[in-house]
């Protein structure tokens, strides 16, 4: 038997920030495994998993692009929550004789916790526009749905939004927009919404290093919404530096990746990651 470990993988690979925050977290325990990065391209996941399924040292492992939906293609079992979210970021192996291995969802509640204490403040009404299809937005949707929030799709292929929503048993199909004829929804915008507490999530890559910007009029916007960009290359987006500007509360891609990373740390090492070091960590992702 070697190091016992577990990895993240995707493809492109090289990027992941999931190795600095498993390790640190790992090093902060003094526990003895570790965690790698491995490139598995496009159809190679089904070969890759067999081969981990008999790997004794392998703890799981987390998932990205692009297998984060194909992965339940190739795993033995997963719940409900993860079949309404359609897509998995963290596999784990149970039974050491049959050696199932499980999908995971730890995207949603990662998105989720740092929003948490906002959302425990009062509110008269509230109201989500979330904007992107692909595994990130239905995370987020399946929270804020959760969490008591209408949710506005707004999406480039609005079929993919309508199917989006179908899955996570949200029916009302006014409420999708094309994200090319974007504008503030009527609902959000300031003037009847006094004690509001909307929030607007950019969960597509407009904004990220070598793509565009999104590009939105957020002068319209209630001042109680706040803004939330899953981007986190760069941290600052142009999307929340407008928002800070506007005086608008907002929320980072980076505290969703430590958040659903921390949740993923439990099910591999089955151990809670010690979140007491967050100001450490976030410094040593910001560099
Ligand atoms: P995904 O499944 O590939 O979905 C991407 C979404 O973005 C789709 O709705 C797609 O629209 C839209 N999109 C892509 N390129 C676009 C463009 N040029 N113009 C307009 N829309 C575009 O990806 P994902 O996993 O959901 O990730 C989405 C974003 O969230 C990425 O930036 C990722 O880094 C970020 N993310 C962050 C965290 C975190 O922890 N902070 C976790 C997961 C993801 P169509 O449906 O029209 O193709």
Same mark, same amino acid.
């Given at each position: 038997?070697?190091?016992?470990?577990?990895?993240?993988?995707?493809?492109?690979?090289?990027?992941?920030?999931?190795?600095?925050?498993?390790?640190?977290?790992?090093?902060?325990?003094?526990?003895?495994?570790?965690?790698?990065?491995?490139?598995?391209?496009?159809?190679?996941?089904?070969?890759?998993?067999?081969?981990?399924?008999?790997?004794?040292?392998?703890?799981?492992?987390?998932?990205?692009?692009?297998?984060?939906?194909?992965?339940?293609?190739?795993?033995?079992?997963?719940?409900?929550?993860?079949?309404?979210?359609?897509?998995?970021?963290?596999?784990?192996?149970?039974?050491?004789?049959?050696?199932?291995?499980?999908?995971?969802?730890?995207?949603?509640?990662?998105?989720?916790?740092?929003?948490?204490?906002?959302?425990?403040?009062?509110?008269?009404?509230?109201?989500?526009?979330?904007?992107?299809?692909?595994?990130?937005?239905?995370?987020?949707?399946?929270?804020?749905?959760?969490?008591?929030?209408?949710?506005?799709?707004?999406?480039?292929?609005?079929?993919?939004?309508?199917?989006?929503?179908?899955?996570?048993?949200?029916?009302?199909?006014?409420?999708?927009?094309?994200?090319?004829?974007?504008?503030?929804?009527?609902?959000?915008?300031?003037?009847?919404?006094?004690?509001?507490? +909307? *929030? @607007?999530?950019? %969960?597509?890559?407009? $904004?990220?290093?070598? #793509?565009?910007? !999104?590009?939105?009029?957020?002068?319209?916007?209630?001042?109680?919404?706040?803004?939330?960009?899953?981007?986190?290359?760069?941290?600052?987006? +142009? *999307? @929340?530096?407008? %928002?800070?500007?506007? $005086?608008?509360?907002? #929320?980072?891609? !980076?505290?969703?990746?430590?958040?659903?990373?921390?949740?993923?740390?439990?099910?591999?090492?089955?151990?809670?990651?010690?979140?007491?070091? +967050?100001?450490?960590?976030?410094?040593?992702?910001?560099?």
């Amino acid at each position: 038997m070697g190091r016992p470990y577990a990895e993240v993988i995707g493809d492109p690979i090289d990027h992941s920030k999931s190795p600095l925050i498993h390790n640190f977290w790992l090093a902060k325990l003094g526990l003895p495994y570790e965690f790698r990065r491995t490139r598995v391209r496009r159809g190679q996941l089904g070969a890759f998993l067999q081969h981990r399924r008999a790997d004794t040292d392998w703890c799981g492992c987390s998932v990205t692009l692009p297998h984060k939906a194909d992965a339940l293609g190739h795993v033995d079992e997963y719940s409900r929550l993860v079949a309404k979210i359609g897509a998995a970021n963290c596999l784990t192996r149970i039974g050491t004789t049959d050696r199932k291995i499980v999908a995971h969802n730890t995207d949603w509640s990662g998105f989720l916790e740092p929003l948490e204490p906002w959302f425990k403040e009062e509110a008269t009404y509230r109201l989500a526009t979330v904007i992107g299809a692909g595994g990130a937005a239905a995370a987020a949707s399946y929270a804020l749905d959760r969490s008591g929030f209408p949710v506005i799709s707004v999406n480039r292929d609005l079929g993919k939004a309508f199917a989006m929503r179908r899955r996570l048993d949200l029916f009302d199909d006014d409420l999708v927009m094309d994200l090319g004829s974007l504008e503030i929804p009527a609902e959000t915008r300031a003037g009847s919404r006094d004690g509001a507490q +909307d *929030l @607007l999530v950019n %969960a597509t890559p407009l $904004g990220m290093a070598g #793509f565009p910007p !999104l590009r939105l009029d957020l002068s319209r916007l209630s001042p109680g919404t706040a803004v939330c960009d899953l981007v986190y290359h760069p941290i600052e987006t +142009d *999307l @929340l530096r407008q %928002a800070r500007h506007r $005086g608008l509360r907002v #929320f980072d891609g !980076l505290g969703m990746l430590i958040g659903q990373a921390a949740a993923a740390f439990a099910l591999f090492f089955v151990e809670s990651a010690p979140r007491e070091h +967050d100001a450490e960590l976030r410094e040593l992702l910001t560099r």
